[in-house]
């Protein structure tokens, strides 16, 4: 038998928000008989990599299209053509022509287009395929993803049981049971296990210190978890495929009242799983005097006001206070420094702080606090709240006076989109233009001007648009004294 075409998961997530053929009530104005194509959760600013290996053929945002930014890869398979599209991009790392292999990171995850909420939405095409009620070529992604980890062949499994468990926590699915297993797979909280062989020797497993569970997952892998992090569910506690964020720092409550025992409290930046029916849920997000049965990703589980809280991707109001970074300044995709960085802010960008005034102001200059800001360039995401300081501070301090390290192009070169000579190309820079050196260690960043075979990450100082990019360190030099250069004011090198 050939081999079939396969694709490997587009996201670091498993989950699901909507399936091929879904909603064609809704996909009837677009002439479709539904969803047509997969939506796979997926935070703004999360990595998105190309499915399998293959040529990428367009990369854009075409005015109005409902894909809003796009990645578009042909693949080549045994005599047959399939084609992938990755939607509603914040950012892509590929260009036309490129050749990608499975698993490469080619963008960032947003909301752009026709989109409610950051997710991916993935579109699979197989030239000279058609099904009924869907544009030519476009198939069902779904049975192509599920053998994208197959269970072993010689691996021989029982039977799936009716009965199905949760997991309580973030979960590895192991080969083996027990920890030194080989990790087959990380399993989100909430998610449905099929269980294999005798459900009732796994129900007396369940809860208990050191007992596994074989199980299978539903994207068909198997493995073995533990017994003491997964539960069964009952009615209403199932969950659902909805996430949801709270607007400010909420109440989780034992019941649906303001009466209700508060069991704990979420912060703005917890990704909340609803439990119970998609459909149901959903219509009650944003609603006053509606609540929602949610679990934490600690496995608390209890009701939050729907009113307080919104979907995925979906971001807080500007609260009308305006800070500035202290240095160079990592903007993160979510309020951890695990999480991707979606751009970095000078001391002189204005951060529109979002959500709530008295909050934001009590963590300004504190560790391990964040900040929900939205750069001058519309970018949304989380700085460090230590490394931030109100306007007032600022003028107080001197926004002049910013430590800088302004060096200059030996000969026009270009600005890339990553430090890879492959990469898009940002911008052109004439010879001797004046650049920034975006680093947050400038001493470090000196020492490579100049030599050959770096990168530096850099702003063109001159124009309006200012566009930031990578440039080979060869075609660099350092401009040394403090300068007064196109009318701005007089900056100071770096000293520390
Ligand atoms: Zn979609």
Not at 257 to 283: F, N, W
Request: hydrophobic share 40%; net charge neutral.
């Amino acid at each position: 038998m050939a081999e079939k075409f396969k694709l490997y998961w587009p996201i670091d997530s498993r989950r699901v928000n909507q399936f091929f053929g879904e909603n064609p009530e809704l996909y009837k104005q677009f002439g479709l008989a539904g969803h047509e194509g997969l939506d796979l959760w997926a935070p703004n600013g999360a990595n998105i990599y190309a499915a399998a290996e293959g040529e990428v053929y367009t990369v854009g945002h075409p005015p109005n299209h409902p894909y809003g930014l796009a990645v578009r890869i042909k693949h080549d398979f045994n005599g047959q053509v399939y084609r992938t599209v990755y939607a509603h991009l914040q950012e892509t790392y590929v260009q036309i022509g490129q050749k990608v292999r499975a698993g490469e990171l080619i963008g960032l995850a947003d909301n752009t287009g026709n989109s409610f909420g950051a997710h991916l939405h993935l579109t699979l095409v197989l030239d000279g395929a058609q099904t009924p009620g869907y544009t030519a070529g476009i198939v069902d992604p779904w049975p192509y993803l599920q053998t994208a980890a197959p269970v072993p062949p010689d691996e021989s499994l029982p039977p799936a049981s009716d009965l199905v468990i949760y997991t309580t926590v973030e979960l590895k699915l192991r080969a083996q049971p027990n920890t030194a297993a080989d990790i087959r797979g990380v399993l989100g909280v909430g998610e449905p296990l099929t269980v294999l062989g005798d459900a009732n020797v796994a129900r007396a497993k369940i809860g208990q210190d050191g007992e596994w569970i074989q199980v299978k997952t539903s994207s068909h892998l198997a493995g073995f978890v533990a017994a003491w992090f997964v539960e069964i569910l009952e009615g209403e506690a199932k969950p659902s495929d909805l996430v949801v964020y709270p607007s400010m720092k909420l109440n989780i409550r034992a019941g649906r009242s303001l009466e209700a025992a508060i069991l704990g409290m979420a912060s703005e930046l917890e990704a909340l799983v609803v439990l119970g029916d998609t459909a149901t849920m959903r219509a009650k997000i944003g609603q006053p005097n509606e609540w929602l049965h949610i679990q934490t990703s600690q496995g608390l589980k209890g009701f939050v006001a729907a009113e307080m809280v919104h979907l995925t991707g979906e971001i807080a109001a500007s609260c009308g206070l305006v800070v500035y970074s202290t240095d160079v300044l990592n903007v993160r995709a979510r309020a951890t420094t695990d999480a991707n960085v979606l751009t970095r802010v000078m001391p002189t960008d204005p951060l529109q702080v979002l959500g709530d005034l008295t909050q934001a102001r009590e963590r300004i200059g504190k560790p391990n606090e964040w900040l929900n800001i939205k750069t001058a360039s519309g970018q949304t995401g989380y700085v460090a709240a230590e490394f931030v300081q109100t306007s007032e501070q600022v003028a107080f301090c001197g926004v002049g006076e910013v430590p800088t390290l302004s060096v200059y192009a030996t000969k026009a070169t270009i600005l890339h989109a990553q430090a890879a000579r492959r990469s898009p190309q940002v911008a052109k820079v004439k010879k001797q233009a004046e650049l920034d050196v975006l680093d947050p260690d400038l001493e470090v960043a000196r020492t490579k001007v100049g030599q050959v075979g770096e990168w530096l990450l850099v702003r063109v100082v001159a124009g309006k648009a200012h566009p930031r990019g990578w440039v080979r360190t060869e075609n660099l030099s350092l401009i040394v004294n403090n300068t007064t250069t196109n009318g701005r004011i007089k900056r100071i090198e770096n000293k520390k």
